[in-house]
């Protein structure tokens, strides 16, 4: 299954970016789907997940920040998104997109970067 992953780039501070997230149709019905990210240094981490019923959750990293992050689906495109407003340096990652829980099934691909600029 491919996970592509898109829509990341250099943005200043305060500024907002949208990813995206397409996948096939059966993986994405049949899948809880998360985003993830990975700063340098650091371990991979949740930021969202989404359920086939269209339920988010979103992870102790951007939990309670004033909804900076919104995760959402549509099920006509096979896609998934992340709608990240008021970014600070602290947001800069690469984004993943993945099944969640994560087993291992699929490979994370080259995700998209984020760069925020002080």
């Known amino acids: 299954v491919q996970l592509q992953a898109s829509g990341g780039g250099l943005v200043q501070a305060g500024g907002s970016l949208r990813l995206s997230c397409a996948t096939s149709?059966?993986?994405?019905?049949?899948?809880?789907l998360g985003w993830f990210r990975q700063a340098p240094g650091k371990q991979r981490e949740l930021v969202a997940i989404?359920?086939?019923?269209?339920?988010?959750?979103?992870?102790d990293s951007v939990k309670g920040q004033k909804g900076r992050f919104a995760i959402s689906r549509d099920n006509d495109k096979n896609t998934v998104y992340l709608q990240m407003n008021d970014l600070t340096p602290e947001d800069t990652a690469v984004y993943y997109c993945?099944?969640?829980?994560?087993?291992?099934?699929?490979?994370w691909g080259p995700g998209t970067q984020v760069t925020v600029s002080s």
């Open positions: 149709r059966r993986f994405f019905n049949s899948n809880t």
């Open positions: 993945n099944e969640f829980p994560y087993v291992g099934r699929h490979p």
């Open positions: 989404i359920t086939s019923g269209g339920k988010a959750t979103y992870g």
